[in-house]
Nanobody, 127 residues
Framework: EVQLQASGGGLVKAGGSLRLSCAASKYTFDNYAIGWFRQAPGKEREGISCISSSDGSTSYADSVKGRFTISKDNAKNTVYLQMNSLEPDDTAVYYC????????????????????YGQGTQVTVSS
């Protein structure tokens, strides 16, 4: 029940855009910060963005700041990740997850505690 479902991945050329979606239960959406993560082959998982349920605060990793935008639709219990100016280095499986603590604001993603990763969605950026 707590797992999140990411979707919206695909194949895009460098410079293109994609929008990922993360569907959550209403309880999860209303009470936990939700984050986006990615993992490329042979690399560690990287936290790239977060949006808080408590105050709407957002945070981004330096690698995506200025190119990616996180948002949420309260009516659909869905968090989005708009990805613009995509680069081949953005190629990865993208996951969403939620903070294990209730009602925390978003800060440095590495200092937060995420769990309950759902099934990921593949993003491939060709050069």
């Amino acid at each position: 029940e707590v797992q999140l479902q990411a979707s919206g991945g695909g194949l895009v050329k460098a410079g293109g855009s994609l929008r990922l979606s993360c569907a959550a239960s209403k309880y999860t959406f209303d009470n936990y910060a939700i984050g986006w993560f990615r993992q490329a082959p042979g690399k560690e998982r990287e936290g790239i963005s977060c949006i808080s349920s408590s105050d709407g605060s957002t945070s981004y990793a330096d690698s995506v700041k200025g190119r990616f935008t996180i948002s949420k639709d309260n009516a659909k219990n869905t968090v989005y990740l708009q990805m613009n100016s995509l680069e081949p280095d953005d190629t990865a499986v993208y996951y969403c997850a939620h903070e294990i603590r209730l009602w925390v604001p978003c800060g440095r993603i590495g200092g937060m505690a995420f769990d309950y990763y759902g099934q990921g969605t593949q993003v491939t950026v060709s050069s």
